[in-house]
């Protein structure tokens, strides 16, 4: 075929290639120069524009509008976050948790909370903080199988990313969900980031149904710190549970932390919300309240 115009789907970018699916086959496309002059870098996950050679080669011409972003993993047009957390060995943190979820409510992202080594300890008081939260949690034992499936029938024909602490089971856990894809434990670990060179490299499996999967780093290199989390009047909408109370404190400017009249205090008071919740929300609002719109632009360069 001569030079044709396609559209397609961004698999992986490796130093400044980028692998392209589209419905003629697989492109190695490089990104036009305006590219780098504006800062724009295109994304595992993105939708694009190539001009396609008939060596395979290509031109990545244009990214199409993105639904969501994450900058650290780059990821583009992500529909599910699964955030993997053991009960024990590690044992898990709530405000890392929280964290998580935040950054993916505000982008957008459906988050999901695996809980892990089930065989170990009783997920049951973690899963009801999330239960009450409503968030996704599974339960999920490597030993007995437990819950894996439910987790595969979630990954259909979605974009789905997993991320956790080393230790908690993300790779034994992955390596149960795809086998097909061969990849030890240890090779997993190191595409998930184990290491700081290797967090820029993101690369979306296919899976069988349909759906991806990305290979995305750990808690240690994925950047939650200041992740977009730097506006304080966004931050309440990274807890789904609040919803129902905004707009019924008896301040308009409350920040829902402890002031007089707040509804979602009192709600925290009558059991409608997680108290751990709230205490992370209080915990990232303190760490945020006073970044300038300077810093904010910095931490999310």
């Given at each position: ?151 595969r029938k979630l990954l259909a024909g979605k974009v789905s990313a997993f991320t956790g602490n080393s230790g908690v089971g993300k790779s034994t856990l992955l ?127």
């Amino acid at each position: 075929m001569a030079s044709k115009h396609l559209e397609g789907l961004v698999r992986k970018g490796i130093g400044g290639f980028y692998t392209v699916e589209t419905p003629e086959g697989f492109f190695t496309c490089t990104a036009r120069g305006r590219f780098r002059k504006e800062r724009i870098s295109p994304y595992a996950g993105d939708r694009v524009r190539i001009l396609g050679e008939e060596d395979g080669t290509g031109a990545l011409e244009e990214i199409l509008p993105r639904r969501n972003f994450l900058v650290r993993p780059p990821l583009a047009n992500l529909d599910q976050l699964f955030i993997v957390s053991s009960l024990r060995d590690p044992y898990p943190e709530p405000l890392i948790i929280d964290k998580t979820i935040a950054v993916a409510e505000l982008e957008g992202i459906q988050p999901a909370l695996v809980l892990t080594k089930t065989d170990l300890e009783d997920a049951s008081s973690l899963k009801a903080i999330y239960d009450l939260a409503g968030v996704p949690c599974l339960v999920v034992s490597s030993v007995t199988g437990e819950g894996v499936d439910q987790v595969r029938k979630l990954l259909a024909g979605k974009v789905s990313a997993f991320t956790g602490n080393s230790g908690v089971g993300k790779s034994t856990l992955l390596n149960a969900l795809f086998p097909r894809l061969e990849l030890k434990t240890g090779e997993i670990s190191q595409k998930l980031g184990r290491g700081r060179h290797t967090t820029r490299e993101v690369e979306l499996y296919k899976l069988e149904d349909g759906g991806y999967v990305a290979d995305t780093p750990g808690f240690s290199t994925f950047e939650i710190e200041r992740y977009r989390l730097t506006e304080k009047e966004r931050l309440v909408h990274g807890f789904r549970e609040f919803e129902p109370y905004l707009g019924q404190c008896q301040f308009t400017s409350c920040s829902h932390t402890c002031e007089k009249g707040c509804a979602i205090l009192q709600a925290v008071e009558e059991g409608k919300i997680a108290r751990s919740r709230h205490e992370s929300y209080c915990a990232m609002y303190q760490e945020i309240k006073d970044v300038k719109q300077w810093q904010q632009k910095n931490k999310n360069a």
